[in-house]
């Protein structure tokens, strides 16, 4: 089964940066499309960042800038470098998989989260 596993996530001020790294089981990592997803207290869950199997990346106009999507077929992992961090990036990250190599409608695959928090 395909199963996504997010890591990196913790606890920076203000300006700080972080690197969010997900590792994708199974095989076949480089024909899908990847993304992040957000949910903050009181918020709407987000996409956040997205990569499709040729590389084409998508941002959210919120992140655009401070965010950047890449992944490493190699390592069947994906990452978010997350910089200039401000209080409202805190929210759980998950970690998406579609089926094909288009990052269009809903993921079909989430990882269980982890947790950035910006605070001063």
């Known amino acids: 089964q395909v199963q996504l596993v997010e890591s990196g996530g913790g606890l920076v001020q203000p300006g700080g940066s972080l690197r969010l790294s997900c590792v994708a089981s199974?095989?076949?990592?480089?024909?899908?499309?990847m993304g992040w997803y957000r949910q903050a207290p009181g918020k709407e869950r987000e996409s956040v960042a997205s990569?499709?199997?040729?590389?084409?990346?998508t941002y959210a106009d919120s992140v655009k800038g401070r965010f950047t999507i890449s992944r490493d077929n190699a390592k069947n992992t994906v990452y978010l470098q997350i910089d200039i961090l401000k209080p409202e990036d805190t929210a759980v990250y998950y970690c998406?998989?579609?089926?094909?190599?288009?990052?269009?409608?809903?993921?079909?695959?989430w990882g269980q989260g982890t947790q950035v928090t910006v605070s001063a």
């Open positions: 990569i499709t199997s040729g590389g084409s990346t």
């Open positions: 199974g095989t076949f990592f480089s024909r899908n499309a």
């Open positions: 998406t998989r579609w089926y094909g190599g288009l990052d269009v409608g809903t993921p079909h695959y």
